[in-house]
DNA sequence: AGACATATTGATACCGGTACCAATCGGTGA
DNA sequence: TCACCGATTGGTACCGGTATCAATATGTCT
């Protein structure tokens, strides 16, 4: 008894069994918790299954059950502050519902996103989290075999018109027309955007613009919208050179805007749709030596612990993001029950939050 | 031919052989790529399978062969910027290898871990990478049910004195030692030590510290040793009142620094040795209205953008987090390859990065 | 043409669970 | 004492791959 195997190998219900002198089924069915086993049985068998040190193979399990209790969860970059937020909030929801999260990165690119989600398919996990690298405008083969084997999909943080599903997203358009508004309200009219990875020319104006943003991550277009509909309500004509075209990194909004900052007429004010964005613009700043908000006022987006206790502290649009991958994990969750509810686009609040890097424009 | 599987089932290779007109076995060398296939009949089994959209079920792979291609992650937070960084460097070595992750956070939770490592082993990953929420004198009993299942395992970022496995991890101590000495260098002799999560009483001096650091977490405890030793190089006598006894998050170490603060003697610098700590300490000090660096000097742990952009730019300790996560997958791989290699702890080299957060103290 | 080596193929036994079904056990009431 | 019922138990066929082995087909050489 208690003889420890060798190799390394796991002890089986068939080991079990041996060592208990009862059958397969019998080891089964104790372990497993199902059908009815005498009390004395049982004893034996737990106590054998101790001495053994036995664990139940889940691999084994998942082939016959056919669930593997893993979500498959698929975005841009995990070491993204954003995303790793997000990811702590599906992680903690799939946990209270014994889940395990399978990750996969994407850097935003469309042919590493179709394999990954060839991956999950191939592992068969029992759901999908998506944050899509395609625009909304896009076709997406790989969503088709997700339907096509019955795998609940949930789309977090973008949405992709040719694409239904259960999604979760924030109201980014409204809450990027009250940031920008606050920089109206407070006096500005020349407003530069800097906005997330967007791979195309400049914009030859605004309807071009409307044509650029099909193309354009879903979330993006709305805080772009958002931006216009801002100028809009306030009668201010739109510029396109205070529209970046490209930020995907740190340095690239750095560049656009010190070029922003080198028109003859530049921006009193800027809002940074993502992190990179804003302390790209800041480090802009800081290399023109002007200051915020005297110079430039900033608006952000996506808070954290950083931008509160700096100063000036900034402010920001704050992301649920834990919320964000809560929500997204539980509405697959119920999705992978059987919930038969109506598919639907869950938005969540994100807030304006005020500090002190927005003043009125400089007199001069 | 073409006929579309009902019930969102996944093809199988007897549904390709069927299709094909050949046997189960030929499928599989056709597929697996092994064993010899004529050429005429690969064709012909390969239509078949893209007619059907045959996947192949990694679950069953897993199954017959025993690995998993699934790399097994433990730490304390996803959503943590150092360990979201560490990460993705996991993920990016583990992709390159053709393997998948499977992450677990902890909250540093020894409960938790131990579940989390209990989890890794019923799914059959090839391999595990901890961050171990233990202090280094604690006993790990699952850690040697890896090591009976055969389980390779890398610690991460902490050592654990009973374990013996691989670790990669970063000269904590050393780079401890340096950030003090530059503000001892910059004249100050009151420096206050804001540590990371340690759930203890106050110590009572410095060998009650030294008592307490064997129940700490090995990497805090390294750089506590750090800072005493730069204490003593330069003459400085130990103050238990300048060294926290708990800042696990951002408030307490707020509250921590506001005690320090607050003192007949306060500290003219301080040195946080978590990104939370240095946020918290920042905030304190915004609190009392007092200035970074004319009146108290800031040295902080871990680079981020904000750091850099902020004003004034915050001087860190940088640890190379990708390139941690990196290398501790690495070396899991060639450990699960086989590798005969001694077990070896890795010491990256964390950089002091100087800003302009360290200044002479205030002359009064 | 015959013998033999080689290429190709199909059948089948695993892997370790789950779950159904039939067999057996024990106890009860007539 | 016997028939009968429910509780308990063991046997076994899946799940979908992998890998071995024997059987068959093809081709070559003498």
């Known amino acids: 008894m208690s003889i420890q195997r060798d190799g390394g190998a796991s002890p089986t219900i068939s080991e079990v069994a041996a060592e208990a002198g009862v059958g397969r089924a019998t080891v089964a069915r104790t372990l497993g918790g199902y059908g009815s086993v005498s009390p004395k049985t049982r004893e034996v068998v737990l106590a054998a299954a101790q001495r053994l040190g036995y664990r139940p193979n889940s691999v084994a399990r998942s082939m016959s059950t056919g669930e593997t209790r ?30 395990d999260v399978l990750v996969l990165s994407t850097d935003e690119d469309l042919a590493q996103e179709a ?21 909304r405008q896009a076709r997406m083969p790989q969503i088709d075999l997700l339907e096509q084997r019955g795998i609940p999909l ?29 920089l109206i309200e407070a006096g500005h009219r020349r407003i530069g955007f800097v906005w997330g990875p967007v791979t195309t020319e400049p914009a030859a ?5 409307r044509r650029i943003l099909d193309s354009a991550l879903w979330s993006d277009g709305e805080r772009l919208l958002g931006y216009l509909e801002a100028l809009e309500q306030a009668g201010i004509p739109f ?104 598919v639907a686009t869950h938005v969540l609040e994100a807030d304006f939050v005020r500090r002190d890097s927005v003043a009125p424009p400089p007199a001069n």
Not at 124 to 134: E, S
Not at 161 to 178: H, M, Y
Not at 205 to 209: P, R, T, Y
Request: negative net charge; aromatic residues 4%.
């Open 70 to 99: 893993t979500l498959g969860v698929v975005l841009a970059d995990v070491g993204n502050p954003f995303f790793a937020g997000v990811l702590r909030g599906i992680a903690d929801a799939a946990r209270r519902a014994d889940y």
């Open 154 to 182: 949930v789309l977090l943080d973008r949405l992709v018109d040719a694409v239904t599903a259960d999604a979760v997203v924030i109201n980014n358009r409204e809450a990027s027309r009250e940031a920008v508004a606050s």
């Open 239 to 342: 510029d396109t050179s205070l529209v970046t075209h490209v930020a995907k990194h740190e340095s690239q909004a750095t560049r656009a805007v010190l070029g922003m900052l080198a028109l003859s007429d530049p921006p009193t004010a800027i809002f940074a749709t993502e992190t990179d964005a804003l302390t790209g613009s800041l480090r802009a700043l800081r290399q023109r030596g002007l200051r915020c908000p005297d110079d430039v006022s900033l608006i952000g987006f996506d808070d954290s612990s950083w931008a509160s206790v700096m100063t000036p502290a900034m402010s920001v649009v704050a992301q649920p993001m834990h919320q964000l991958g809560k929500l997204a994990a539980e509405c697959l969750l119920a999705r992978m029950a059987g919930g038969v509810a109506p």
């Open 115 to 135: 394999a990954a989600i060839d991956v999950l398919v191939d592992k068969r996990v029992d759901g999908v989290i998506l944050a899509p690298a395609a625009g």
């Open 205 to 209: 104006g605004a309807d071009d613009l």
